[in-house]
Protein backbone atom coordinates (compact mmCIF):
# COMPACT_ATOMS: atom_id res chain seq x y z
CA UNK A 1 0.00 0.00 0.00
CA UNK A 2 1.29 3.35 -1.16
CA UNK A 3 1.14 6.96 0.27
CA UNK A 4 -2.73 7.50 -0.02
CA UNK A 5 -2.69 10.35 2.85
CA UNK A 6 -3.58 13.06 -0.06
CA UNK A 7 -6.62 10.54 -0.57
CA UNK A 8 -7.75 10.27 2.74
CA UNK A 9 -7.59 13.68 4.02
CA UNK A 10 -8.68 15.32 1.16
CA UNK A 11 -12.71 15.52 2.79
CA UNK A 12 -10.80 17.36 5.91
CA UNK A 13 -10.61 21.10 3.96
CA UNK A 14 -11.10 22.34 1.02
CA UNK A 15 -8.85 21.47 -1.55
CA UNK A 16 -6.46 23.69 -3.36
CA UNK A 17 -6.22 24.04 -7.63
CA UNK A 18 -1.94 23.55 -6.74
CA UNK A 19 -1.09 21.35 -3.92
CA UNK A 20 2.13 19.18 -3.44
CA UNK A 21 1.35 15.68 -4.56
CA UNK A 22 2.55 12.15 -3.53
CA UNK A 23 6.41 12.57 -3.96
CA UNK A 24 6.25 15.75 -2.33
CA UNK A 25 4.27 14.05 0.59
CA UNK A 26 6.64 11.66 0.46
CA UNK A 27 9.34 14.01 1.12
CA UNK A 28 7.46 15.42 3.89
CA UNK A 29 7.26 12.04 5.90
CA UNK A 30 10.93 11.92 5.08
CA UNK A 31 11.97 14.84 6.63
CA UNK A 32 9.09 14.43 9.82
CA UNK A 33 11.30 10.74 10.33
CA UNK A 34 14.54 13.23 10.19
CA UNK A 35 12.96 15.18 13.10
CA UNK A 36 11.67 12.52 15.22
CA UNK A 37 14.79 10.27 14.62
CA UNK A 38 16.73 13.81 15.86
CA UNK A 39 14.52 14.41 19.10
CA UNK A 40 14.40 10.40 19.87
CA UNK A 41 18.63 10.69 19.73
CA UNK A 42 18.45 14.12 21.88
CA UNK A 43 16.48 12.98 24.10
CA UNK A 44 18.95 9.72 25.05
CA UNK A 45 22.51 11.85 24.54
CA UNK A 46 20.88 13.97 27.33
CA UNK A 47 20.62 10.78 29.90
CA UNK A 48 24.27 10.53 29.92
CA UNK A 49 24.94 13.91 31.42
CA UNK A 50 23.84 15.41 34.70
CA UNK A 51 20.60 16.75 34.62
CA UNK A 52 22.41 20.52 35.89
CA UNK A 53 23.84 19.78 32.18
CA UNK A 54 20.32 19.36 30.22
CA UNK A 55 19.20 22.94 29.82
CA UNK A 56 20.40 22.76 26.08
CA UNK A 57 19.27 19.21 25.22
CA UNK A 58 15.79 19.45 26.80
CA UNK A 59 15.42 23.46 24.20
CA UNK A 60 16.34 21.29 21.34
CA UNK A 61 13.94 18.15 22.32
CA UNK A 62 10.94 20.11 21.98
CA UNK A 63 12.23 22.24 19.41
CA UNK A 64 12.73 18.82 17.12
CA UNK A 65 9.51 17.23 18.36
CA UNK A 66 7.83 20.40 17.26
CA UNK A 67 9.14 20.28 13.64
CA UNK A 68 8.27 16.77 13.54
CA UNK A 69 4.71 17.12 14.20
CA UNK A 70 4.47 20.07 11.74
CA UNK A 71 6.08 18.43 9.10
CA UNK A 72 3.56 15.27 9.75
CA UNK A 73 0.53 17.71 9.04
CA UNK A 74 1.90 18.59 6.23
CA UNK A 75 3.20 15.27 4.82
CA UNK A 76 -0.35 14.41 5.67
CA UNK A 77 -1.41 17.78 3.86
CA UNK A 78 -3.54 19.03 6.79
CA UNK A 79 -2.65 22.07 8.08
CA UNK A 80 -3.08 24.32 5.14
CA UNK A 81 -5.52 26.57 3.35
CA UNK A 82 -6.14 27.85 -0.43
CA UNK A 83 -5.28 30.76 -1.23
CA UNK A 84 -6.06 33.07 -4.55
CA UNK A 85 -2.47 33.46 -6.21
CA UNK A 86 -1.16 37.06 -6.52
CA UNK A 87 0.83 35.94 -10.00
CA UNK A 88 -0.89 32.91 -11.43
CA UNK A 89 1.14 32.37 -14.38
CA UNK A 90 -0.24 30.92 -17.41
CA UNK A 91 2.88 29.79 -19.13
CA UNK A 92 4.18 28.20 -16.73
CA UNK A 93 5.72 24.97 -16.71
CA UNK A 94 6.08 24.83 -12.66
CA UNK A 95 2.64 26.17 -11.39
CA UNK A 96 0.39 25.75 -14.34
CA UNK A 97 -2.35 28.86 -14.74
CA UNK A 98 -3.44 27.49 -11.33
CA UNK A 99 -5.88 29.51 -9.32
CA UNK A 100 -5.67 28.63 -5.80
CA UNK A 101 -2.10 27.75 -4.16
CA UNK A 102 -1.63 25.47 -0.98
CA UNK A 103 -0.88 27.71 1.63
CA UNK A 104 0.30 25.40 4.89
CA UNK A 105 -0.20 27.26 8.28
CA UNK A 106 1.51 24.17 9.71
CA UNK A 107 4.61 25.68 9.00
CA UNK A 108 4.40 28.99 10.60
CA UNK A 109 3.14 27.65 13.63
CA UNK A 110 6.10 25.50 13.33
CA UNK A 111 8.18 28.45 12.94
CA UNK A 112 6.06 30.69 15.81
CA UNK A 113 7.53 27.62 18.28
CA UNK A 114 11.08 26.45 17.35
CA UNK A 115 12.35 29.61 15.75
CA UNK A 116 12.63 31.11 19.70
CA UNK A 117 13.86 28.07 21.00
CA UNK A 118 16.73 27.83 18.49
CA UNK A 119 17.56 31.35 19.03
CA UNK A 120 17.25 30.80 22.97
CA UNK A 121 19.93 27.91 22.44
CA UNK A 122 22.41 29.85 20.45
CA UNK A 123 22.28 33.00 22.29
CA UNK A 124 22.49 31.75 25.78
CA UNK A 125 25.73 29.95 24.14
CA UNK A 126 27.12 33.53 23.96
CA UNK A 127 26.21 34.65 27.26
CA UNK A 128 24.09 37.11 26.13
CA UNK A 129 21.19 39.13 28.82
CA UNK A 130 17.91 37.68 29.24
CA UNK A 131 16.45 41.17 28.45
CA UNK A 132 18.63 41.01 25.12
CA UNK A 133 17.26 37.32 24.22
CA UNK A 134 13.57 38.10 24.69
CA UNK A 135 13.86 41.58 22.77
CA UNK A 136 15.16 39.06 19.88
CA UNK A 137 12.70 36.07 20.31
CA UNK A 138 9.96 39.23 19.91
CA UNK A 139 12.03 40.34 16.46
CA UNK A 140 11.48 36.76 15.62
CA UNK A 141 7.92 36.54 16.75
CA UNK A 142 6.95 39.31 14.61
CA UNK A 143 9.06 38.11 11.69
CA UNK A 144 6.63 34.73 11.44
CA UNK A 145 3.41 36.22 11.85
CA UNK A 146 4.45 38.96 9.27
CA UNK A 147 5.14 35.93 6.88
CA UNK A 148 1.81 34.25 7.40
CA UNK A 149 -0.01 36.98 7.12
CA UNK A 150 1.52 37.99 3.94
CA UNK A 151 0.88 34.50 2.82
CA UNK A 152 -2.49 34.12 3.47
CA UNK A 153 -3.07 37.43 1.71
CA UNK A 154 -3.56 37.13 -2.29
CA UNK A 155 -3.38 40.87 -3.08
CA UNK A 156 -0.17 42.85 -3.81
CA UNK A 157 -0.12 43.94 0.15
CA UNK A 158 1.41 40.78 0.99
CA UNK A 159 4.51 42.36 0.13
CA UNK A 160 4.30 44.84 2.72
CA UNK A 161 4.08 42.60 5.75
CA UNK A 162 7.47 40.72 3.66
CA UNK A 163 9.15 44.23 4.27
CA UNK A 164 7.57 44.29 7.92
CA UNK A 165 9.00 40.90 8.64
CA UNK A 166 12.56 41.86 7.20
CA UNK A 167 13.16 44.70 9.27
CA UNK A 168 12.63 42.38 12.33
CA UNK A 169 14.43 39.85 10.97
CA UNK A 170 17.98 42.00 10.45
CA UNK A 171 17.32 43.28 13.91
CA UNK A 172 17.57 39.37 15.06
CA UNK A 173 20.65 39.26 12.39
CA UNK A 174 21.74 42.07 14.31
CA UNK A 175 21.72 40.32 17.62
CA UNK A 176 23.72 37.58 16.88
CA UNK A 177 26.31 39.01 14.68
CA UNK A 178 27.02 42.07 17.01
CA UNK A 179 25.52 41.49 20.56
CA UNK A 180 26.24 37.43 20.31
CA UNK A 181 29.52 38.00 19.03
CA UNK A 182 30.41 40.44 21.34
CA UNK A 183 29.45 38.07 24.15
CA UNK A 184 30.72 34.95 22.65
CA UNK A 185 34.41 35.82 22.10
CA UNK A 186 34.59 37.40 25.89
CA UNK A 187 33.95 33.83 26.69
CA UNK A 188 36.34 32.51 24.75
CA UNK A 189 37.15 28.59 24.52
CA UNK A 190 34.59 26.27 23.03
CA UNK A 191 31.57 28.84 23.87
CA UNK A 192 33.15 31.25 21.61
CA UNK A 193 33.84 27.86 18.86
CA UNK A 194 30.09 26.87 19.08
CA UNK A 195 28.82 29.98 19.06
CA UNK A 196 30.49 31.18 16.11
CA UNK A 197 30.04 27.68 14.01
CA UNK A 198 26.38 27.64 14.87
CA UNK A 199 25.62 31.71 14.51
CA UNK A 200 27.14 31.62 11.19
CA UNK A 201 24.94 28.49 10.04
CA UNK A 202 21.57 30.39 11.08
CA UNK A 203 22.58 33.41 9.58
CA UNK A 204 23.42 31.67 6.06
CA UNK A 205 20.46 29.53 6.16
CA UNK A 206 17.71 32.45 7.53
CA UNK A 207 18.70 34.59 5.02
CA UNK A 208 17.35 31.94 2.25
CA UNK A 209 14.23 31.90 4.06
CA UNK A 210 12.78 35.41 2.75
CA UNK A 211 13.83 33.98 -1.03
CA UNK A 212 12.10 30.82 -0.24
CA UNK A 213 9.31 32.76 0.82
CA UNK A 214 9.34 35.01 -2.35
CA UNK A 215 9.23 31.85 -5.45
CA UNK A 216 6.86 29.84 -3.24
CA UNK A 217 3.69 31.94 -1.14
CA UNK A 218 4.76 35.08 -2.23
CA UNK A 219 5.45 35.02 -5.88
CA UNK A 220 3.91 31.43 -6.85
CA UNK A 221 6.90 30.94 -9.21
CA UNK A 222 8.03 26.91 -8.59
CA UNK A 223 5.34 24.17 -7.46
CA UNK A 224 4.47 23.07 -4.06
CA UNK A 225 6.50 20.37 -4.38
CA UNK A 226 9.50 21.73 -4.92
CA UNK A 227 8.65 24.22 -1.95
CA UNK A 228 8.51 21.45 0.15
CA UNK A 229 12.32 20.29 -0.74
CA UNK A 230 13.36 24.32 -0.55
CA UNK A 231 11.81 24.63 2.93
CA UNK A 232 12.74 21.16 4.30
CA UNK A 233 16.44 21.26 3.49
CA UNK A 234 16.37 24.94 5.01
CA UNK A 235 14.63 23.00 8.33
CA UNK A 236 17.00 19.68 8.23
CA UNK A 237 20.10 22.35 7.87
CA UNK A 238 18.71 24.58 10.58
CA UNK A 239 17.17 22.33 13.32
CA UNK A 240 18.84 18.43 13.32
CA UNK A 241 22.09 19.41 11.94
CA UNK A 242 22.20 22.84 14.01
CA UNK A 243 20.93 21.08 17.47
CA UNK A 244 23.93 18.54 16.51
CA UNK A 245 26.77 21.29 16.61
CA UNK A 246 25.49 23.07 19.56
CA UNK A 247 25.08 20.03 21.56
CA UNK A 248 28.73 19.06 20.50
CA UNK A 249 30.14 22.33 21.53
CA UNK A 250 28.25 21.95 24.93
CA UNK A 251 29.77 18.95 25.70
CA UNK A 252 33.02 20.99 26.07
CA UNK A 253 31.40 23.80 28.09
CA UNK A 254 31.74 25.27 31.59
CA UNK A 255 28.07 25.80 32.72
CA UNK A 256 29.62 28.50 35.12
CA UNK A 257 30.72 30.61 32.40
CA UNK A 258 27.30 31.24 30.89
CA UNK A 259 26.49 32.20 34.24
CA UNK A 260 23.42 29.50 34.13
CA UNK A 261 23.28 28.50 37.93
CA UNK A 262 21.21 25.08 36.90
CA UNK A 263 20.77 23.11 40.36
CA UNK A 264 20.98 19.91 40.45
CA UNK A 265 17.82 17.60 41.59
CA UNK A 266 18.19 16.96 45.50
CA UNK A 267 19.76 19.76 46.00
CA UNK A 268 17.94 22.57 47.08
CA UNK A 269 20.55 25.40 47.13
CA UNK A 270 22.27 24.24 44.00
CA UNK A 271 25.91 25.40 43.18
CA UNK A 272 24.93 28.01 45.93
CA UNK A 273 25.33 25.41 48.67
CA UNK A 274 28.07 23.85 46.66
CA UNK A 275 30.12 26.73 47.14
CA UNK A 276 29.07 28.04 50.81
CA UNK A 277 30.08 24.02 52.03
CA UNK A 278 33.15 24.72 50.40
CA UNK A 279 33.75 27.62 51.47
CA UNK A 280 33.21 26.42 55.48
CA UNK A 281 35.06 23.30 54.58
CA UNK A 282 38.00 26.11 53.81
CA UNK A 283 37.52 27.95 56.76
CA UNK A 284 37.50 25.00 59.07
CA UNK A 285 40.89 23.63 57.20
CA UNK A 286 42.29 26.61 57.69
CA UNK A 287 41.46 27.01 61.24
CA UNK A 288 42.60 23.53 62.04
CA UNK A 289 46.02 24.38 60.15
CA UNK A 290 46.02 27.32 61.93
CA UNK A 291 45.52 26.00 65.62
CA UNK A 292 47.74 23.02 64.63
CA UNK A 293 50.89 25.33 63.69
CA UNK A 294 50.00 27.79 66.36
CA UNK A 295 50.14 24.62 68.87
CA UNK A 296 53.47 23.19 66.85
CA UNK A 297 55.29 26.75 66.76
CA UNK A 298 54.49 27.37 70.78
CA UNK A 299 55.74 23.65 71.91
CA UNK A 300 59.15 24.24 69.64
CA UNK A 301 59.99 28.12 70.96
CA UNK A 302 58.68 26.62 74.01
CA UNK A 303 61.59 23.89 74.44
CA UNK A 304 64.00 26.67 72.69
CA UNK A 305 63.61 28.69 75.27
CA UNK A 306 63.79 26.16 77.93
CA UNK A 307 67.26 25.38 76.51
CA UNK A 308 68.77 28.77 76.14
CA UNK A 309 67.56 29.38 79.78
CA UNK A 310 69.89 26.28 80.29
CA UNK A 311 72.56 27.49 79.19
CA UNK A 312 72.60 30.88 80.90
CA UNK A 313 71.48 32.54 78.33
CA UNK A 314 68.66 35.51 79.25
CA UNK A 315 65.58 34.63 77.83
CA UNK A 316 63.91 37.03 74.90
CA UNK A 317 61.83 40.09 76.55
CA UNK A 318 59.04 41.16 75.00
CA UNK A 319 59.35 44.65 73.49
Same mark, same amino acid.
Not at 71 to 96: C, H, K, T
Not at 98 to 116: K, L, M, N
Not at 294 to 297: D, P, R, S, V
Not at 301 to 316: F, I, K, M, R, V
Given at each position: ??????????????????????????????????????C????????? $?????????????????????A??????????????????????????A???????????????????L?????????? %??????????????????????G??????????Y?V????????? %?????? $???????????W????????????????????I???V???????????????????? $???????????????????????????????????????????A?????????????N????G????????????????????A
Open positions: MGNEALYVNRVVAPQPDLGITTHGSDWLYAVCAIMSVSLATVAHSMT $VPHSRRLFHQITGVLLLVAAIYFSMASNLGQVPIQAEFVRPGSSQVGAGTREIFYARYIDWFVTTPLLTDLLLTAG %VPWSTILATILADEIMVVCGLIALTQTRYKWGWFGMFAFFYV %VYNILV $VGRRGATVLGGARKTYYACGVLTIFLWFLYPAWGCEGGNVIHPDSEAIFYGVLD $VLAKPVFSAMLLYGHTKIDFATLGLGVREPGHPNGHAAHHEKAMAGYQNGAHNGASGAHNVSNGASNGASTANGAQPPVA
